[in-house]
């Protein structure tokens, strides 16, 4: 069955990338199976055939991907920069994503842990904790000691996703700005009070 | 025709209340009529009597109630302690709520921001303004310049927002413990800077 899958991956990926993509806008509990259909333009009798469980089985698959795109995106982003350019690149990626889709895409793990499907709310629970991860594994290779780099990465999170809705709401990307210097002052002063 | 609410504000209230709540667990794409009315025991006929404008009048005045508690609740706070006292309070509060809703009932005014109503996501947008503006002039007060005391502010509801997405996935107040002991040590260095 799951081979069955994987020989066919367009119209299966093509449906968790249009739930993602709905989830973003408006939600998990509007983001229904016939919209899912009518975005990613896959055959209706595709739904069960590849999700058997379901919407429930749609939404999480769409969160985990979700999630290891925007992990894989941190890491990178981290791979090559020190954690204050990385929140500057990563912000700048988020106001062009929001400026693009006029503020309604927002973030498809928010989207999850506030959802209706206990299972995506999870998993959105285990994806934060890993970005939280990078963050404070990356603080401590700065000198930053690990229980402070462990909240600091976590205040970090926490800011970026509240920055965004706030973003949305005001339909600006100020928020976004403001947050990341003040993050940016933050990071600064951890990093040089250990040197 | 506003005189006859008023004159009946049980039924209406109760439906307010319901919404907001409703809002909380589930979001507003979710939060239909009939489970207002089940939830506040209104009767079925109140509805377009007291919100001929559907759905959309209920959730957006939900908001608006919403936000003038929450937005009464800070300003208490602020008039009787520093900022950092008024952070572990709200945190406490909010710990409280979490706690004894199993983390089902997050912040109303996030769900609207994020929501499927755009009168009330615009509502949402003002609500976060108006808490900025109060913790703006609370650290001013303090003696912090302008520019960085809004940009501090901004990013307490940013960071308190997006903490209470993370416990609420993570079933866990751990977030909110961690940002708010960041944000102590921010806002005590940008007090301390100016003295």
């Not at 249009?18 to 199976?33: D, N």
């Not at 106001?95 to 973030?107: A, N, V």
């Not at 700065?142 to 462990?150: F, S």
């Not at 205040?155 to 706030?166: K, N, P, Q, T």
């Amino acid at each position: 069955m799951a081979r069955r899958q994987d020989s066919t991956p367009g119209p299966r990926a093509a449906m968790i990338d249009g739930a993602i993509s709905l989830m973003r806008e408006r939600g998990v509990a509007a983001t229904s199976f016939a919209d899912v259909l009518a975005r990613s333009g896959a055959p209706r009798g595709s739904i069960y055939h590849h999700f058997p469980g379901g919407k429930t089985q749609l939404v999480e698959e769409a969160t985990v991907s979700a999630s290891k795109w925007v992990g894989t995106g941190i890491e990178r982003i981290l791979d090559t920069s020190d954690t204050v350019g990385a929140l500057r690149a990563l912000v700048d990626i988020w106001r062009t994503g929001l400026e693009e889709s006029r503020y309604e895409q927002g973030c498809p793990i928010a989207a999850a842990a506030l959802g209706t499907e206990r299972g995506a709310r999870v998993i959105a629970g285990a994806s934060f904790d890993s970005w939280c991860t990078l963050l404070t594994t990356k603080l401590t290779g700065e000198g930053v000691p690990d229980e402070r780099a462990g909240s600091i990465a976590t205040l970090i999170v926490s800011a970026l996703e509240g920055a965004l809705i706030l973003a949305q709401a005001q339909e600006s990307s100020a928020p976004l700005d403001a947050v990341v210097d003040e993050l940016e002052v933050l990071c600064r002063s951890a990093v040089s009070s250990v040197r």
